[in-house]
């Protein structure tokens, strides 16, 4: 299982890439790039989903994907810095880590069961 994790990993890093894409692209090989990411980071995703449970895998996905996403526009691409977001980000990360493990402890009792 926990291939199928760094493969979320992957592809949150590709969905921080086309979203980001989606906003600064301004020629055809970074529209290319961001197509080609939006490629990776479904498929990546999809083969990840066809062994862990998919309403945790998405929260995951979602989740690390937006708090990657609004990181990188603030380090890169100079959006404002806020205590808030990052507080918010904070709060969304220990719910999706906390998801995670409850996730986990109801896999093994059912596996047991």
Do not use: Q
């Amino acid at each position: 299982m926990k291939k199928e994790w760094t493969l979320i990993l992957i592809a949150v890093v590709f969905e921080i890439i086309w979203v980001s894409g989606l906003k600064h692209a301004d020629s055809i090989v970074l529209w290319l790039l961001t197509a080609g990411s939006i490629i990776i980071s479904f498929s990546v995703f999809i083969r990840a989903s066809a062994k862990l449970p998919i309403g945790t895998l998405y929260a995951v996905f979602t989740g690390l994907g937006t708090a990657g996403t609004v990181v990188v526009e603030m380090l890169v691409f100079g959006e404002p810095f806020s205590w808030i977001k990052i507080g918010l980000i904070v709060i969304m990360l220990w719910g999706i880590l906390g998801l995670k493990t409850v996730t986990g402890h109801s896999e093994d009792k059912g596996a047991h069961a």
